[in-house]
């Protein structure tokens, strides 16, 4: 079974700071996806990276894959309010059929950003 | 809004009855998934399906929890003489069939169905 735990858990900061979530396991995956949900509402697709050490931005959002595709990082620079949310992380196999995964969800982190 | 459909938004059950989530995917999408999420938690999955076929079931109780995705209609996950223990939010996703797309593995979720179970 391939788990993924996400830190920390819950992280609350004022607005304009910096801050960094983890996503490690023990297993390779093939893809490493970010999801946030916010509350009422099914997770929304950030991004998805898939190369070992591939770094990718979006706006203030930088994501990373570790070289192992074991474990990936979100950070973001200056937070908004508008950041707060449930930040997943998703995991795909290494072997998948019919051109689709099963992803694996890591536990999450619930960010609040303080105005 | 094409995007994927779930209905009832929440639904609230006694001990022992049914409790029935349909999910009508994006168009065009024939594969859906069903997730469930307990308070604080993330997704766990459930089960896998293409129409009129269960890929992966590998994540539902063996007992109580069904699933199906019939030719026509929605998919529809049916829970069973429902337990305190299903109350939690059930989310369904879809994704395209598309070779080219493997490996990136983007689902497109539905905004879930909340179960109490009272």
């Known amino acids: 079974t391939q788990l993924l735990e996400q830190s920390p858990q819950f992280l609350s900061i004022q607005e304009g700071e910096n801050l960094t979530v983890y996503c490690n396991s023990s297993s390779v995956f093939s893809s490493l996806q970010w999801y946030r949900q916010e509350p009422g509402e099914g997770p929304v697709l950030l991004v998805t990276?898939?190369?070992?050490?591939e770094v990718k931005k979006l706006k203030r959002l930088t994501f990373q894959f570790g070289d192992a595709r074991k474990d990936s990082s979100l950070h973001i620079t200056a937070a908004q309010p508008g950041d707060t949310g449930l930040y997943l992380c998703a995991g795909g196999p290494l072997i998948s059929n019919f051109g689709n995964e099963k992803l694996t969800f890591g536990t999450g982190t619930r960010l609040t950003i303080i105005p | 809004n094409a995007g994927v459909m779930q209905n009832p938004r929440h639904l609230v059950r006694r001990r022992g009855q049914e409790a029935r989530l349909r999910c009508s995917p994006m168009?065009?999408?024939?594969?859906v998934y069903w997730y469930r999420q307990l308070p604080e938690e993330g997704l766990k999955f459930m089960v896998y399906l293409q129409k009129e076929n269960i890929i992966d079931e590998s994540g539902m109780p063996k007992e109580r929890f069904s699933a199906e995705f019939p030719k026509e209609g929605p998919s529809i996950l049916r829970i069973q003489q429902v337990v305190r223990g299903d109350s939690a939010a059930y989310f369904c996703?879809?994704?395209?069939?598309?070779?080219?797309?493997?490996?990136?593995?983007?689902?497109?979720f539905g905004e879930g169905s909340r179960l109490t179970v009272l």
């Open positions: 168009k065009g999408h024939s594969h």
């Open positions: 996703a879809s994704s395209p069939l598309n070779l080219g797309w493997a490996n990136t593995g983007e689902l497109f």
């Open positions: 990276v898939v190369t070992g050490g």
